[in-house]
């Protein structure tokens, strides 16, 4: 059973750049027709997708983030990575890492999820 | 993008209620939508995916279905642990976008 767990500093100065890491266990990231995710939201507020990384390393991301976005795989360590550079208070937010997958379906969903974990930014 | 218009934004109904959340896409997305389940504090769950498949374990109480642009997450009978936030989401092509979520409360 595939999980995966955030990792990452709670509080990062504006301007700065945001670095988290979701680890994975229970299976490996480079194999299989997957895409590895990160979510974010602000607190009382709804999903935004911020981008994606396949199991191949290429990426989509959001337009409103892209120029200051980049997510990468680090296969030897089960992981991937969010780099968000020029952060400003807007990028407060739950940040999650997810699975979006299809089984065997021409579908895709978000399966599992981490936890989250919390990102403010202040100085 | 394509954006994903969810109603209600919030509901309150009894124990043994059956209520209907809808969620319209900006343009066609064929059957592209999932549903998500937020209890406060935790990371989403998805419930239904592709419209109206069930996740393993989900309660069949939750149904799905629409197609093009209108879609609906029904629950038949309401029970004190479906209290949560629901979100639609397309997956039909990038951004990836959501539903601005129904929050559901107990009368």
């Known amino acids: 059973q595939v999980q995966l767990q955030e990792s990452g500093p709670g509080l990062v100065k504006p301007s700065q750049t945001l670095s988290l890491t979701c680890k994975v266990s229970?299976?490996?990231?480079?194999?299989?027709?997957?895409?590895w995710t990160w979510i974010r939201q602000p607190a009382g507020k709804g999903l935004e997708w911020i981008g994606r990384v396949y199991t191949s390393g290429t990426t989509d991301y959001n337009p409103s983030l892209k120029s200051r976005v980049t997510i990468s795989l680090d296969t030897s360590r089960n992981q991937f990575s969010l780099r968000l550079s020029y952060l400003t208070a807007a990028d407060t937010a739950v940040y999650y890492c997810a699975r979006e997958w299809g089984g065997s379906t021409w579908y895709n969903w978000f399966d599992p999820w981490g936890q989250g974990t919390p990102v403010t930014v202040s100085s | 993008d394509i954006q994903m218009t969810q109603s209600p934004s919030s509901l309150s109904a009894s124990v043994g209620d059956r209520l209907t959340i809808t969620c319209r896409a900006s343009?066609?997305?064929?059957?592209?939508v999932n549903w998500y389940q937020q209890k406060p504090g935790k990371a989403p769950e998805v419930l239904i995916y592709a419209t109206s498949t069930l996740q393993g374990g989900v309660p069949s109480r939750f149904s799905g279905s629409g197609s093009g642009t209108d879609f609906s997450l029904t629950i038949s009978s309401l029970q004190p642990e479906d209290i949560a936030t629901y979100y639609c989401?397309?997956?039909?092509?990038?951004?990836?976008?959501f539903g601005g979520g129904t929050r559901v409360e107990i009368k």
């Open positions: 229970g299976g490996s990231i480079s194999t299989g027709t997957y895409y």
């Open positions: 343009q066609s997305i064929s059957s592209y």
């Open positions: 989401q397309q997956s039909y092509s990038p951004p990836l976008t």
